[in-house]
């Protein structure tokens, strides 16, 4: 069981370029996350999703697109890097319903924008 | 705006010793509040949560506190130990919708002395 899985660990960009990453989770989760984190900023929600087809904008979205095409997956897609967007990026996923769901992270893809 | 004030930034206990986190909210809507621990180069992980009916709930050598009155929560941990090394997050969460949209607080970094 591999939980939630990123891809890659690590990528650098120079500014203006796009990418992806990745997040896959095998325990059918219908909710999954992305957040951003910053030192001392916590973690950000960029944007989430509760369901295929179905997502929506977190606390930091610009700059960043998201579709989740089927419940196993959850791409985030940096359209033009920018310095600002050097982060670390982590997936998260958890069951729907009631707090009290757990939420699981991924262990995190670390980006440098040069 | 941050919705969830963590303090403080750092704290270095020595073994054995109490470690206390404390943080605020803001919203009066959230009514779950997970704290995570954090690795160095891992994903954030459930440590234990607590909902705003009861003021304490303890697991191991871990304990929320909770003061619904003052929009405050504190985790303590008893006789802490090395391993309990990394840097530890607060969060709330509002019970409406099916997402799960956990705010964060900015991070406590706990180094516990041999």
């Known amino acids: 069981n591999a939980g939630v899985t990123q891809t890659p660990k690590f990528q650098v960009l120079k500014t203006g370029q796009s990418m992806t990453l990745q997040c896959a989770q095998d325990?059918?989760?219908?909710?999954m996350s992305w957040y951003r984190q910053d030192p001392g900023m916590g973690l950000r929600l960029i944007h989430y999703?509760?369901?295929?087809?179905?997502?929506d904008q977190g606390e930091v979205p610009n700059g960043y697109n998201v579709s989740r095409s089927t419940t196993e997956d959850f791409p985030l897609r940096l359209l033009s890097a920018a310095p600002s967007q050097t982060s670390v990026y982590f997936c998260?996923?958890?069951?729907?319903?009631?707090?009290?769901?757990?939420?699981?992270f991924g262990e995190g893809s670390w980006l440098t924008v040069v | 705006q941050q919705q969830v004030k963590q303090s403080p930034q750092s704290l270095i206990v020595q073994k054995g010793g109490i470690s206390i986190i404390n943080c605020a909210y803001e919203?009066?809507?959230?009514?779950?509040f997970p704290w995570y621990q954090q690795f160095p180069g891992k994903g954030p992980a459930l440590l234990i949560a607590?909902?705003?009916?009861?003021s304490e709930k303890k697991e191991g050598r871990f304990t929320i506190s909770f003061n619904k009155s003052a929009k405050q929560f504190s985790l303590h941990i008893m006789d802490s130990q090395p391993g309990d090394s990394a840097t530890y997050f607060c969060?709330?969460?509002?019970?409406?919708?099916?997402?799960?949209?956990?705010?964060f607080g900015s991070g406590t970094q706990l180094t516990v002395l041999p």
């Open positions: 998260a996923s958890s069951l729907q319903g009631a707090a009290g769901n757990t939420i699981y």
């Open positions: 325990m059918n989760h219908e909710y």
């Open positions: 999703s509760v369901g295929a087809g179905i997502t």
């Open positions: 919203n009066t809507a959230f009514d779950y």
């Open positions: 607590i909902r705003p009916d009861v």
């Open positions: 969060a709330a969460t509002p019970p409406w919708g099916s997402a799960r949209q956990l705010t």
